[in-house]
């Protein structure tokens, strides 16, 4: 396990405005439905730690050999494009605090998030400072409680408690992970399904996959993923859609809601047989598995789209943190062969942190029926 200073350096750069850059995209829409956030063991930190190892298949370079790219290239006339989630994420953050600003103006209330932090994990820490930060960039009211590592379960629960009594906060978030001594199934549940911003309640998730059925809140990295396809004007309809990883996270509910959008779409997991010949039948691709580099540039449809949600550090001697973030996806090759793709950092990361917004948001105007 990479060590937490480490793990804090990812964190900034995950949440961080500093990014790859490209062309705004065009007519905005945020989803109809609720939704957030992401760790691959629950509060979706999209940051699936694992060391790189020079034997890994899944950590070797890219191959930009001239005779790879000259083949790649002459396979696709598509005009490549870098799917910007920084700039995105900034734009809905400038229209989520409209949204407030009115709200205020119109009603006198302010959305409010709560987030309970128990322990001293550094990372964590820089997570909630960065949720702190953003809430206040768009005029979201934040509340926070710090508990030791030793606290109680009793305790966490009874803070739940009180935020789900108080009418001022309207979503609330446990950071992950908890201590050991801890029963976390029984921690998150006990967040009312009302305030769960953070998508994983059950009935959420049931209500996701039923047809006729609409989730209060969705998971906020599958959200942001969707929504990055909205906003750069990828046809979704009709389309073959591959989702690889099916964690209750980001996988799985990233599946479904490319079926509500009417996608025919196909899940590569750890036991599937064939995954390239699968992976290559997709006009879009999201790859949320944690492990850096694992799709080639020859598991990819000339002219496909592309979303990867990995972040990965890989050992790199010549960075001054002497690592790398990478994608699940590999970028270099993947950039000759697709016609879109978001960067790492810079791509799901800073949506994802857009879409908690949203869902607080969205919350709020439930709770007090404001249009």
């Not at 750069?13 to 995209?25: E, V, Y």
């Not at 994990?121 to 768009?138: G, L």
């Not at 809140?217 to 979704?236: A, D, M, Q, S």
């Not at 599946?255 to 196909?266: I, Y």
Request: with cysteine.
């Amino acid at each position: 396990m990479a060590s937490s200073s480490m793990a804090t350096s990812i964190s900034k750069a995950l949440f961080s405005d500093s990014s790859i850059s490209s062309s705004s995209p065009s007519t905005p829409r945020l989803l109809p439905l609720g939704g957030r956030q992401f760790h691959f063991n629950h509060k979706f930190n999209p940051i699936l730690l694992r060391p790189s190892r020079s034997s890994d298949v899944f950590t070797r370079t890219c191959d930009t050999s001239p005779s790879f790219v000259a083949a790649a290239m002459a396979t696709t006339e598509a005009s490549f494009k870098v799917i910007d989630g920084k700039q995105t994420a900034k734009e809905i953050r400038d229209e989520i605090a409209e949204e407030i600003s009115r709200m205020k103006d119109g009603i006198g209330v302010v959305p409010g998030l709560a987030v309970i932090l128990v322990g001293d994990r550094k990372d964590s820490a820089t997570y909630v400072r960065n949720k702190k930060k953003a809430c206040d960039s768009v005029g979201i009211k934040s509340y926070e409680v710090r508990l030791p590592e030793t606290a109680s379960e009793e305790e966490v629960l009874k803070h739940i408690a009180g935020f789900n009594d108080d009418p001022s906060v309207h979503g609330i978030l446990v950071q992950l992970p908890l201590p050991s001594h801890m029963n976390e199934q029984k921690v998150l549940n006990a967040v009312c399904i009302e305030k769960d911003v953070d998508g994983f309640h059950p009935l959420n998730i049931g209500r996701l996959a039923m047809r006729g059925r609409e989730p209060l809140f969705v998971p906020c990295t599958p959200k942001g993923c969707i929504e990055l396809l909205h906003r750069y004007g990828v046809p979704i309809k009709g389309k073959r859609a591959v989702v690889i990883g099916r964690s209750n996270i980001v996988g799985m509910p990233a599946a479904l809601l490319l079926q509500r959008e009417d996608a025919t779409v196909s899940v590569v997991h750890s036991r599937t047989k064939n995954p390239e010949e699968i992976t290559r039948e997709a006009d879009i691709l999201i790859a949320a598995v944690g492990q850096p580099n694992m799709v080639r540039g020859s598991w990819i449809k000339p002219g496909a789209v592309i979303i990867d949600v990995g972040i990965n550090p890989v050992e790199d001697s010549e960075s001054p943190r002497g690592y790398r973030l990478v994608g699940d996806v590999c970028y270099e090759e993947a950039s000759k062969i697709a016609s879109a793709i978001t960067p790492v950092p810079g791509g799901v990361g800073p949506m994802t942190i857009a879409m908690l917004l949203s869902n607080t948001l969205t919350s709020a105007k439930r709770v007090h029926n404001f249009k």
